[in-house]
């Protein structure tokens, strides 16, 4: 605690208007977001890699961020850091009964039902008080609310899904999720096809037709989100190792050319996946 009153003191002093520093006195709650998100993913990156000394250090920085906003509103008189530490903690104890009292589940599948309900209650609760401050600003309660539209598109799109399986509109099984992916494969190959067609057009029909390529990508990488969320598996992690796996094997690529990017420019793709395949041996 002595060292969060310390980083707290830090913060303040930072953002004196005599004294601070003038970077980050210019900032404010949006241009603070990009930094909060990288951040974030920085975090991830270095468990995935199991570097614990980075792990504390990539910690440290996200805390900042939170302490950076506890400023913020500080000064507008909003909140404060130890404000946004016992909502959170009110939070914790209001949604773990089994621990803070006597209240037993059956199953962890009980425990996630009834968190989750319990989150239903407490949005339905906030949107009531926001209808009581403001009652021209009457909305229809959503499932879909609550979701932050500034998350990635994949981290989204599986709390979309989870939502609509609270009312039973999910597969089975994943296995139940192939032809769906397979049907949305179709159709994008269709649209596909119809672009080739169109390509070079002088109408808006090439445009349009972009448009609906996108739109059917969109649901097949939809689909493949959903097949990931029944297999218990976090698309967003499950893509980032492809990304390293790529990655690390493009890097052969480029030792097996010396890393002659003109060498590379000019060899021909059979050329290319012949060093591929042999990377990924």
Known sequence: MQQLARLLKIMADLRDPK????????????????????????????????????????????????????????????????????????KMVSRHPH???????????????????????????????????????????????GISKVLPAMTRAVKIQKKASHIGFDWEHAEDVLPKIKEELDELSTELKQLELEKGAVNQSEELSISKVEDELGDVLFSCVNLARKLNIDPEKALRMSNHKFTQRFRKMEQHYHFDRTQMEYASIEQLEQVWQAAKK
Request: net charge negative; proline share 2%.
């Open 19 to 90: 004294s601070g520093c003038p970077w980050d006195l210019k900032q404010d709650y949006k241009s603070l977001v990009p930094y909060t998100l990288e951040e974030a993913y920085e975090v991830a990156e270095a468990i995935e890699l199991g570097d614990m000394d980075e792990v504390k250090k990539e910690l440290g920085d996200l805390l900042f961020q939170v302490v950076f906003y506890a400023q913020l509103a500080k000064e507008d008189a909003l909140f404060d850091f130890d404000d946004i530490a016992g909502t959170i903690a009110d």
């Open 99 to 145: 621990v803070f009292s006597d209240h037993h589940y059956e199953s962890e599948e009980a425990f996630l039902k009834a968190w989750e309900q319990k989150k239903e209650v407490e949005k339905r609760q906030a949107q009531q008080d926001k209808t009581k401050k403001n009652t021209d600003n009457q909305k229809h309660n959503s499932l879909m609310d």
